[in-house]
């Protein structure tokens, strides 16, 4: 599922402000060698001990046409040009991501910052899936340290999260993509 959006329009726009001043920018993935999946920070301190430059924080912002917009917590490589590259893999090994940059959204390991999530309008489906998404991301983000989630989830939640995403499945194919 190829979550990159497509251009940057006006809601696209209003939802970025909502999290940052930045403009958001599209900039290339190249994958480091190295670089582990969900690891973005660590991922960017190994490439700036083998080639300088720093991290820049900010978000990966994706959008789910007709459903919602959703920013997650990200940093990217900063070469010694400026040039902004993101060295961790994406699902689908997208050739580019939309970061949204945001100087204030410093990576603390102590405290996961969750995805900001948004519907991109106010139907019965894109509702339902938005709350769906807050649902799930709040049952993964009490598992969570630093990046990573740290334990197996409990029973409960685990089957919480299977009725979630079974019904997030359903949503997405209701609105066609």
């Known amino acids: 599922m190829n979550t990159l959006p497509k251009s940057i329009t006006p809601e696209l726009l209003s939802f970025c402000r909502s999290i940052s001043l930045e403009r958001p920018v599209y ?8 670089a582990q ?5 660590d991922n960017v301190a190994r490439k700036i001990t083998r080639a300088g430059g720093t991290i820049a924080y900010g978000w990966a912002v994706w959008h789910i046409p007709g459903l919602y917009f959703e920013a997650e917590h990200h940093g990217v490589w900063r070469k010694r040009n400026g040039e902004l590259i993101d060295v961790s893999p994406q699902l ?6 939309l970061f ?3 100087a204030a959204a410093v990576y603390d390991p102590t405290q996961f910052r969750s995805n900001v999530i948004a519907s991109v309008s106010d139907t019965p489906i894109a509702t339902e899936f938005v709350a769906l998404a807050k649902a ?17 989830l ?9 009725t979630i995403t079974r019904r997030l499945n359903e949503l997405w194919n209701l609105a066609g993509n």
């Open 27 to 34: 900039i290339r993935s190249k994958r480091s060698s190295d």
């Open 37 to 41: 999946m969900s690891a973005c920070f």
């Open 92 to 97: 689908g090994d997208v050739s580019k991501i």
């Open 100 to 102: 949204l940059p945001d």
């Open 136 to 152: 799930r991301n709040a049952i993964l983000d009490r598992y969570r340290t630093g990046e990573h989630i740290s334990v197996m």
């Open 154 to 162: 409990s029973a409960a939640d685990q089957s919480m999260l299977d």
